[in-house]
């Protein structure tokens, strides 16, 4: 479900659309507690008081394309409050980084998503480059998943036929990416 869906089933008091959401969110909250009090415990403590003043001013939220830094203003300004009683700083020094490996975002880093982004696209143009047929049978067996035995009923071809062809279909498609990506493409084959 996506964001803005699930922030205005949120606000209609959809309770399975706000645990979603909590889970989204919650190594990020938690992440950003921790940087402030420097305390496990405390930063648990403090992620579940965010969620709750989350949900009570959802509504002040108008605008469910800047919710995410929205909840964030309102965590750091919980966390700001939290230290601010406790006459406290949040700390100068890096938080140890075995503690923090289970808050590993859910999503992609952005540099993973452009690389599997150009990957993505390096592919596709290389299939378009390819004969119809071998292109025809890189989409039903690689992409869609069919077996050969499925593929050679759809294409009414012999199953040695179509398991020749598809093992030249993906030799010819890896030469193009290798061509593409200024790789020596007679190694394909190997």
């Given at each position: 479900?996506?964001?803005t869906?699930?922030v205005?089933?949120?606000?209609?008091g959809d309770?399975?659309?706000?645990e979603?959401?909590v889970?989204r969110?919650?190594?990020r909250?938690?992440g950003l507690?921790?940087?402030?009090?420097?305390?496990?415990e405390?930063?648990?403590?403090l992620a579940?008081d965010?969620f709750i003043?989350?949900?009570?001013?959802?509504d002040?939220?108008?605008?469910?394309?800047t919710?995410?830094?929205?909840?964030?203003r309102?965590a750091?300004?919980?966390?700001?409050d939290?230290?601010?009683?406790?006459k406290a700083?949040?700390p100068?020094?890096?938080?140890?980084?075995?503690e923090?490996?289970?808050l590993?975002?859910?999503?992609p880093?952005?540099?993973?998503v452009?690389?599997l982004?150009?990957?993505k696209?390096?592919?596709?143009?290389?299939?378009q480059?390819?004969?119809?047929?071998?292109?025809e049978?890189?989409?039903?067996?690689?992409?869609q998943?069919?077996?050969?035995?499925e593929i050679?009923?759809m294409l009414k071809l012999p199953?040695?036929?179509?398991k020749?062809?598809?093992?030249?279909?993906r030799?010819?498609?890896?030469?193009?990416?290798?061509?593409m990506?200024g790789r020596?493409?007679?190694?394909a084959g190997?």
């Amino acid at each position: 479900m996506d964001l803005t869906t699930l922030v205005g089933q949120c606000r209609k008091g959809d309770a399975l659309a706000w645990e979603m959401l909590v889970q989204r969110f919650q190594g990020r909250i938690y992440g950003l507690a921790y940087h402030y009090v420097g305390n496990a415990e405390e930063a648990r403590d403090l992620a579940q008081d965010i969620f709750i003043r989350i949900y009570n001013r959802l509504d002040s939220c108008t605008n469910e394309k800047t919710f995410v830094p929205w909840m964030l203003r309102v965590a750091r300004n919980l966390c700001i409050d939290r230290l601010r009683r406790k006459k406290a700083r949040p700390p100068t020094s890096g938080v140890p980084v075995d503690e923090m490996t289970h808050l590993k975002a859910d999503t992609p880093d952005p540099e993973e998503v452009f690389e599997l982004s150009a990957r993505k696209s390096m592919v596709y143009k290389a299939l378009q480059m390819l004969s119809d047929i071998n292109r025809e049978i890189i989409l039903l067996k690689e992409i869609q998943g069919l077996s050969l035995e499925e593929i050679s009923k759809m294409l009414k071809l012999p199953i040695g036929t179509v398991k020749s062809r598809s093992n030249r279909a993906r030799i010819q498609l890896a030469r193009q990416v290798l061509e593409m990506s200024g790789r020596n493409a007679n190694s394909a084959g190997d």
